[in-house]
């Protein structure tokens, strides 16, 4: 049909099934978008993306088997051009300016979804990014104070779980000179003397978590 145009498909990821009802209900006043799914952790948000791959994913911050963070470094590792935004309760929230530095493109505080809901999700969608003016300024000087990539925060994650350059290279599909090559990367982002002091400044710096 001529001038018919494909709805943005959205990812939910919260869990809380209040939140996720909300959003999907805001959403379905909109004939442009549309909800393809709904996870209420990190681990069903992967599988759910990998799945559906929508235009536009809403993550939560803190959630249960794997919070926002991880999930969207192991998103953006395997799927660079997703576009993701953070939701978070409190502005500022030192989680979810991490999960930004991970890759997510907006920022939306839960208090105003109705406000900013659709603004956000259109904004994403058409490639660009968005974050509130008044929080701009702590986003920025935040996201440069460390710098890491998503495929850094993973590796770094990998060294915290114990895995040596060889277990490392194996698990990501790559050389152990690349390894080496993003561990020299990261020591000098984070101003680490060695791997292990890496591990100790990611974890202080809620870049990464230490595994249950």
């Known amino acids: 049909m001529v001038g018919f145009k494909k709805p943005i498909t959205v990812l939910v990821v919260d869990d809380h099934p209040l939140i996720r009802e909300g959003i999907t209900a805001v ?12 996870a209420s952790n990190g681990l069903e948000a ?3 993306y990998r799945a559906t791959q929508p235009d536009v994913t809403l993550m939560d911050v803190q959630m249960p088997e794997l919070n926002g963070i991880g999930a969207i470094s192991s998103i953006m590792s395997e799927f660079p051009q997703a576009r993701i935004a953070v939701l978070t309760t409190y502005r500022g929230d030192v989680r979810a300016l991490q999960a930004i530095k991970a890759g997510a493109r907006g920022y939306l505080l839960k208090s105003t979804l109705r406000h900013e ?3 956000t999700i259109r ?9 509130p003016p008044e929080i701009a300024a702590e986003l920025t000087a935040h ?7 998503p495929r850094e925060v993973q590796v770094l994650q990998h060294v915290a779980n114990g895995l040596s350059n060889k277990e490392l ?3 990501l599909a790559i050389g152990e000179d690349t390894v080496k090559g993003h561990l020299s990367k990261i020591m000098d982002k984070l101003g680490a003397g060695n791997r ?3 591990v100790v400044l990611g974890i202080q710096r809620g870049i990464i978590e230490l595994s249950q």
Request: glycine share 12%; aromatic share 4%; charged share 20%.
């Open 169 to 171: 290279a194996v698990a």
């Open 27 to 38: 959403v379905g006043g909109f004939e442009d978008i549309s909800v393809v799914g709904e």
């Open 123 to 131: 904004t994403l969608a058409a490639g660009k990014r968005h974050f």
């Open 196 to 198: 292990t002091h890496a």
């Open 117 to 119: 809901l659709i603004e």
């Open 143 to 149: 996201i440069e104070q460390d710098g890491l990539s």
């Open 46 to 48: 992967i599988r759910l």
